[in-house]
């Protein structure tokens, strides 16, 4: 049945508050932080009309703009047309919630982990309204090109006026978009990021339709990745359209990604119930929707698209300014599962659960007549609570967060022994602010409701324990001989799937090893990555005994190729005759580009373009590795 990819909510209508002009007013939450400092800075040397700004508790003057202590204060004084929100993840959904008091048209958040069910909060407050659009949260924000408008981390060297329109689910993937159609003379007319967690404030979807309706838009691209249904709306989205028929060309991360993992992105894991990326590449190839294998491609085959006609597009880098500190954010971890039975204290505090319901670990016992399993989760695409729930067939009963499923799931049929413990059950996911509650059966013994089992999937952002320094590491299972060292997790996964998909079809293969050269590793340096964490990497991907080369890719968009380059020159100091290929665009890639190539170091090399890239660090592997075959042959 289809499906429309779009709620029915007045929040709907406000994706046109996306537009952005050279007049359009822009205010900072949290103004004084030492990265929206040096953000609105960027941004007023880009050319953004900046007005102010507001601190709790604070007032006054900050970078010559006036500095308010509440949103309120600030609407009033100021009447901005957007806010750039950089309050740190555990305090971002108030800052949203004050944004959208304040009627604020378009708000931005860029810190990354939110933690889920403060989104959830957070959509309920969108639903009631139609004034507020919200981007985000963990996005790069907008830039509009031709108005020197940005708001968010879109590094503006990368940018020019043009024609192409991009939106994003990864922020790296989407300044390598825009780099790659800039040099093919097109540049953008609007470039999105609507982020990587869970629950964003504006879907993928949303964002195609705003640029298939923007008039200075004539082709758009489309960045997805694993996880979520956003890209079947997507399809549903460019089949159905009614206007002015457009290119629309498509990249897909996360071949390589480990189901049930969280590659990088909160949001970046396929879920019970979400379709496959073949599914979802199936669905727009269906719709009409051209596909590349990695964003370099887009700028070429778009200009092919178009007819070869281009702008006058200037593209000279100029020389960046200094680049913003990261975003805010919470420690990346992929924390493990944590059975249900760990959490009796609370189900034994809850007298509605001691009363209805007991539990026990194992199987479900032979004796029980029916045996119904649920799962208290989100619904991605309506950004609300849901029960998944299979009666005499499966459904997905959703329910508003604030009040609870017991309305929803009488409306639905459900007995009342049913609802009260689900509704229980409702309340141990929501007070341990788990991603999924899972009980695999759930059943009726002599008036007793028993639940066999349960299984809790926590938020990552709330965990305590991770990666130092921002770095995550997750091992791929197979014979890959690549290590990968990437910044951002969308670039990552595109890297490992490039690096995959070549050596599966052109690599060396042995009786003992398998492909040769494939990814051993997904890494993400984190956004704040410094010589010591990009040391800290090749530790990570040096202890794996399988590599036998390296391949960084880095796109530094808020980040520093002179700081990554001197990174990977002290880590590559200790390697010996390992393989190592850099690549280095962005801010200050030439310099960092020079640092690397002076370094002297023999097995380093830098290669400019993605493929090249790929290719010479997959013949310098395989050529490693038929070495070490030849010295230690393999015994049949």
């Known amino acids: 049945m289809l499906r429309h990819p779009f709620s029915t909510y007045a929040y709907a209508g406000t994706v046109k508050n996306l537009t ?11 103004f004084t932080g030492a990265t929206a400092s040096a953000n609105a800075a960027a941004s007023l040397a880009y050319g953004t009309n900046v007005v102010g700004g507001v601190t709790p508790n604070r007032s006054g003057v900050h970078l010559d703009l006036p500095l308010f202590s509440t949103v309120a204060k600030a609407a009033r004084a100021l009447n901005p047309d957007a806010s750039a929100i950089f309050a740190p993840a555990p305090h971002a959904a108030a800052a949203i919630i004050a944004a959208i008091a304040a009627e604020i048209p378009l708000v931005v958040a860029v810190a990354e982990h939110v933690p889920a069910h403060d989104m959830l909060r957070v959509h309920e407050v969108l639903r009631t309204q139609s004034r507020t659009r919200l981007l985000g949260p963990n996005c790069a924000g907008v830039i509009r090109p031709a108005a020197r408008c940005r708001i968010g981390l879109m590094p503006p060297p990368v940018f020019a006026p043009g024609v192409v329109g991009i939106v994003a689910r990864s922020g790296t993937l989407g300044y390598e978009a825009a780099a790659s159609t800039t040099s093919a003379g097109l540049g953008q007319s609007c470039v999105l990021g609507v982020g990587g967690d869970w629950i964003p404030g504006t879907s993928l979807a949303e964002g ?43 990249l897909l991360a996360g071949w390589s990604a480990l189901d049930g993992t969280a590659m990088g992105h909160a949001g970046a894991v396929r879920a019970p119930g979400d379709p496959t990326l073949a599914e979802k590449r199936d669905a ?7 596909m590349v294998r990695h964003p370099g491609e887009f700028g070429p085959r778009m200009a092919a698209a178009l007819g070869g006609q281009r702008r006058s597009v200037h593209t000279a880098r100029p020389p960046p300014p ?34 209805r319901a007991a539990l ?18 989100f619904d991605r695409r309506e950004c609300a609570p849901c029960i998944l729930i299979t009666l005499d067939a499966p459904e997905r009963i959703e329910f508003p ?24 059950a409702w309340g141990v996911w929501k007070s341990t602010g788990a991603y999924t509650l899972h009980l695999p059966s759930i059943t009726t013994m002599s008036h007793t409701v028993v639940v066999l089992g349960g299984e809790l ?10 990666a130092g320094g921002g770095v995550l590491h997750i091992p791929l299972p197979g014979h890959g001989r690549i290590g990968v060292v990437a910044n951002g997790a969308g670039l990552a996964m595109n890297t490992c799937d490039v690096l995959a998909a070549y050596a599966s079809s052109s690599s060396k293969t042995t009786a003992a090893t398998g492909p040769a050269t494939g990814p051993a590793n997904f890494l993400d340096t984190g956004g704040k ?32 190729c002179r700081v990554i380059a001197r990174g990977v020159v002290e880590a590559c100091k200790d390697l010996g005759g390992v393989p190592v290929v850099v690549r280095l665009r962005g801010s200050w890639e030439e310099e960092g580009r020079e640092i690397v190539r002076e370094s002297g170091l023999p097995a380093v090399e830098v290669v400019e373009d993605f493929d090249q890239a790929v290719k010479r660090i997959v013949e310098l592997t395989a050529a490693a590795v038929g070495a070490e075959e030849q010295e230690w042959p393999v015994q049949e």
């Open 457 to 466: 999937t926590p938020d990552p952002a709330l965990a305590q324990d991770g």
């Open 208 to 250: 195609v339709r705003f640029l298939l309706d923007d008039a200075e838009t004539r082709g758009v691209v489309v960045i997805g990745e694993v996880g979520g249904e956003g890209e079947m709306d997507v399809a549903q989205v460019v089949e159905y359209w009614k206007g002015e028929r457009k290119p629309v060309l498509a």
């Open 284 to 290: 727009l190839v269906c719709a009409g929707v051209t």
């Open 360 to 377: 026990f670990r194992g199987a479900p016992s032979p004796e029980c007549m029916k045996r119904i399993p649920a799962t208290i989760t």
């Open 322 to 355: 200094p680049p913003s500190p990261s975003p805010p954010k919470t420690t990346k971890t992929t924390g493990p599962h944590q059975l249900l039975w760990q959490h009796l204290e609370l189900l034994q505090n809850d007298p509605l659960w001691g009363a």
């Open 401 to 424: 967060y604030a009040t609870g499923p017991a309305a929803a799931l009488e409306a639905a049929g459900c007995h009342w022994e049913l609802v009260e413990t689900l509704t229980a």
């Open 529 to 560: 990555a410094t010589p010591e964490t990009v040391r800290e990497a090749f530790d990570k991907v040096m202890a794996d005994g399988r590599v036998r080369g390296v391949l960084v890719n880095v796109f530094a968009g808020v980040l520093d």
């Open 20 to 30: 952005l002009t050279a007049s359009t007013r822009v205010i900072y939450q949290n």
